[in-house]
Protein backbone atom coordinates (compact mmCIF):
# COMPACT_ATOMS: atom_id res chain seq x y z
CA UNK A 1 0.00 0.00 0.00
CA UNK A 2 1.45 3.13 -1.26
CA UNK A 3 2.42 5.27 2.05
CA UNK A 4 0.01 8.25 1.42
CA UNK A 5 -3.34 6.14 0.09
CA UNK A 6 -6.23 7.26 2.43
CA UNK A 7 -6.92 5.03 5.17
CA UNK A 8 -9.19 5.03 7.57
CA UNK A 9 -8.27 3.46 11.38
CA UNK A 10 -11.16 2.38 13.47
CA UNK A 11 -10.89 1.70 17.04
CA UNK A 12 -13.18 1.89 20.35
CA UNK A 13 -12.59 5.43 21.64
CA UNK A 14 -11.46 7.00 18.49
CA UNK A 15 -11.70 7.14 14.36
CA UNK A 16 -8.70 8.36 12.24
CA UNK A 17 -10.49 9.34 9.06
CA UNK A 18 -8.58 11.06 5.89
CA UNK A 19 -8.70 14.74 6.39
CA UNK A 20 -11.25 16.71 4.52
CA UNK A 21 -12.47 20.83 4.42
CA UNK A 22 -15.45 19.91 5.90
CA UNK A 23 -14.29 18.75 9.39
CA UNK A 24 -13.06 22.91 9.44
CA UNK A 25 -15.85 24.07 11.99
CA UNK A 26 -15.46 20.93 14.38
CA UNK A 27 -12.06 21.38 14.13
CA UNK A 28 -11.99 25.12 14.87
CA UNK A 29 -14.48 24.48 18.19
CA UNK A 30 -11.74 22.01 19.24
CA UNK A 31 -9.12 24.61 19.12
CA UNK A 32 -10.91 26.68 20.94
CA UNK A 33 -10.84 23.97 24.02
CA UNK A 34 -7.62 25.68 25.74
CA UNK A 35 -6.42 27.90 22.96
CA UNK A 36 -4.24 25.92 22.29
CA UNK A 37 -2.47 27.84 19.46
CA UNK A 38 -1.18 30.55 22.24
CA UNK A 39 1.44 27.78 23.61
CA UNK A 40 4.69 29.18 22.15
CA UNK A 41 6.28 25.87 22.40
CA UNK A 42 3.75 24.15 19.74
CA UNK A 43 2.91 24.84 15.92
CA UNK A 44 -0.69 24.89 16.19
CA UNK A 45 -2.92 26.73 13.56
CA UNK A 46 -5.05 29.77 15.08
CA UNK A 47 -8.83 29.43 14.31
CA UNK A 48 -8.75 31.92 11.47
CA UNK A 49 -5.83 30.09 9.94
CA UNK A 50 -7.47 26.03 10.09
CA UNK A 51 -8.89 26.57 6.46
CA UNK A 52 -5.27 27.31 5.36
CA UNK A 53 -3.67 24.90 7.68
CA UNK A 54 -6.55 21.87 6.19
CA UNK A 55 -5.14 22.80 2.82
CA UNK A 56 -1.52 22.84 3.67
CA UNK A 57 -1.70 19.31 4.69
CA UNK A 58 -3.58 17.87 1.92
CA UNK A 59 -0.95 19.53 -0.35
CA UNK A 60 2.12 18.02 1.31
CA UNK A 61 -0.13 14.53 0.75
CA UNK A 62 -0.61 14.99 -2.63
CA UNK A 63 3.45 16.01 -2.91
CA UNK A 64 3.93 12.32 -1.32
CA UNK A 65 5.42 13.41 2.00
CA UNK A 66 2.26 13.81 4.24
CA UNK A 67 -0.96 11.20 5.20
CA UNK A 68 -3.01 13.67 7.51
CA UNK A 69 -5.88 12.86 9.18
CA UNK A 70 -9.40 14.41 11.53
CA UNK A 71 -9.50 12.52 14.60
CA UNK A 72 -12.79 11.51 15.63
CA UNK A 73 -14.63 11.03 18.89
CA UNK A 74 -16.99 8.05 19.66
CA UNK A 75 -19.42 10.26 19.00
CA UNK A 76 -17.80 10.99 15.13
CA UNK A 77 -17.08 14.44 16.15
CA UNK A 78 -13.83 15.68 15.03
CA UNK A 79 -11.41 16.19 18.30
CA UNK A 80 -7.77 16.75 16.89
CA UNK A 81 -5.47 16.49 14.10
CA UNK A 82 -2.60 14.44 12.99
CA UNK A 83 -0.36 12.77 10.38
CA UNK A 84 2.09 10.54 9.25
CA UNK A 85 4.93 12.91 8.20
CA UNK A 86 8.00 13.07 7.01
CA UNK A 87 7.82 9.94 4.61
CA UNK A 88 10.44 8.07 3.59
CA UNK A 89 8.84 5.22 1.71
CA UNK A 90 12.27 4.24 0.42
CA UNK A 91 13.68 3.65 3.78
CA UNK A 92 10.39 2.54 5.19
CA UNK A 93 10.45 5.38 7.93
CA UNK A 94 7.01 8.06 8.91
CA UNK A 95 7.10 10.30 11.95
CA UNK A 96 3.91 10.71 14.10
CA UNK A 97 3.56 14.41 14.37
CA UNK A 98 1.71 17.97 13.45
CA UNK A 99 -1.03 16.20 15.87
CA UNK A 100 -2.86 18.07 18.79
CA UNK A 101 -6.28 16.91 20.22
CA UNK A 102 -8.39 19.39 21.86
CA UNK A 103 -8.09 19.95 25.52
CA UNK A 104 -11.12 17.92 27.00
CA UNK A 105 -9.57 14.25 25.07
CA UNK A 106 -5.73 14.74 26.07
CA UNK A 107 -4.17 12.14 27.89
CA UNK A 108 -7.61 10.21 27.58
CA UNK A 109 -7.83 6.47 26.33
CA UNK A 110 -8.76 8.25 22.59
CA UNK A 111 -4.97 9.19 22.25
CA UNK A 112 -3.37 5.80 23.51
CA UNK A 113 -5.58 4.30 20.73
CA UNK A 114 -4.77 7.16 17.93
CA UNK A 115 -1.18 6.04 18.88
CA UNK A 116 -1.63 2.21 19.14
CA UNK A 117 -4.10 2.91 15.56
CA UNK A 118 -1.19 4.49 13.66
CA UNK A 119 1.69 2.54 15.01
CA UNK A 120 -0.12 -0.50 14.07
CA UNK A 121 -1.18 0.43 10.76
CA UNK A 122 2.68 1.88 10.21
CA UNK A 123 4.43 -1.41 11.57
CA UNK A 124 2.03 -4.26 10.17
CA UNK A 125 0.57 -3.28 6.92
CA UNK A 126 3.28 -0.38 5.49
CA UNK A 127 5.94 -2.40 6.84
CA UNK A 128 7.84 0.32 8.47
CA UNK A 129 11.49 -0.04 9.69
CA UNK A 130 10.87 2.94 12.20
CA UNK A 131 8.76 5.39 13.14
CA UNK A 132 10.02 8.92 14.79
CA UNK A 133 8.09 11.15 17.15
CA UNK A 134 9.33 15.07 17.41
CA UNK A 135 8.70 17.96 19.86
CA UNK A 136 10.27 20.47 21.06
CA UNK A 137 12.38 20.29 24.04
CA UNK A 138 10.32 22.46 26.50
CA UNK A 139 6.99 20.62 25.45
CA UNK A 140 7.36 18.72 28.47
CA UNK A 141 3.72 17.22 28.38
CA UNK A 142 4.38 15.89 24.58
CA UNK A 143 7.59 14.30 26.25
CA UNK A 144 6.40 12.72 28.68
CA UNK A 145 3.40 11.50 26.50
CA UNK A 146 5.77 9.99 23.75
CA UNK A 147 7.62 8.00 26.44
CA UNK A 148 4.71 6.65 28.14
CA UNK A 149 4.04 5.18 24.84
CA UNK A 150 7.51 3.21 25.11
CA UNK A 151 9.21 5.73 22.45
CA UNK A 152 13.19 6.09 23.19
CA UNK A 153 14.63 9.30 23.18
CA UNK A 154 17.48 9.02 19.91
CA UNK A 155 19.02 12.74 20.29
CA UNK A 156 18.01 16.44 20.97
CA UNK A 157 18.29 18.30 17.71
CA UNK A 158 19.56 21.87 18.87
CA UNK A 159 19.18 25.32 17.49
CA UNK A 160 16.95 22.90 15.17
CA UNK A 161 14.37 25.69 14.01
CA UNK A 162 13.24 28.56 14.01
CA UNK A 163 10.12 29.20 16.29
CA UNK A 164 7.93 31.30 14.46
CA UNK A 165 4.93 31.95 17.31
CA UNK A 166 4.12 35.35 17.41
CA UNK A 167 5.28 35.32 21.54
CA UNK A 168 8.77 33.80 21.22
CA UNK A 169 10.23 36.48 18.92
CA UNK A 170 13.78 35.05 18.27
CA UNK A 171 13.29 31.92 20.19
CA UNK A 172 15.32 29.18 18.44
CA UNK A 173 13.26 25.26 18.58
CA UNK A 174 15.47 22.46 20.02
CA UNK A 175 13.75 19.37 18.71
CA UNK A 176 13.88 15.90 20.99
CA UNK A 177 13.76 12.80 18.56
CA UNK A 178 12.22 10.05 19.46
CA UNK A 179 11.81 6.33 17.97
CA UNK A 180 10.21 3.11 18.11
CA UNK A 181 11.80 0.33 16.03
CA UNK A 182 10.08 -2.71 14.46
CA UNK A 183 11.70 -5.55 16.25
CA UNK A 184 10.47 -3.05 19.84
CA UNK A 185 6.73 -2.81 18.47
CA UNK A 186 5.42 -6.68 19.69
CA UNK A 187 6.80 -5.24 23.57
CA UNK A 188 5.18 -1.48 22.46
CA UNK A 189 2.09 -3.21 21.33
CA UNK A 190 1.61 -4.98 24.42
CA UNK A 191 2.36 -2.15 26.99
CA UNK A 192 -0.48 -0.06 24.84
CA UNK A 193 -3.00 -2.70 25.27
CA UNK A 194 -2.15 -3.22 29.18
CA UNK A 195 -3.12 0.43 29.20
CA UNK A 196 -6.17 0.84 27.25
CA UNK A 197 -7.40 -2.44 28.99
CA UNK A 198 -7.33 -0.77 32.43
CA UNK A 199 -10.11 1.15 34.18
CA UNK A 200 -10.87 4.94 33.07
CA UNK A 201 -12.74 6.55 35.93
Known amino acids: ?8 LTGQHVQLVPLRPE ?8 LRDGELWALWYTAIPTPDGMAAEIQRRLGLQRAGSMLPFAVLDANGKAVGMTTYMNIDATNRRVEIGSTWYRQAVQRSALNTEAKRLLLTHAFETLGCIAVEF ?22 VLRSHQINRHPDAPGALRDTCVYSIVAHEWPSVKAHLDFQLSKPRT
Open 1 to 8: MPFTTDTT
Open 23 to 30: HHDDLVEA
Open 134 to 155: RTHFFNHQSRRGIERLGAKLDG
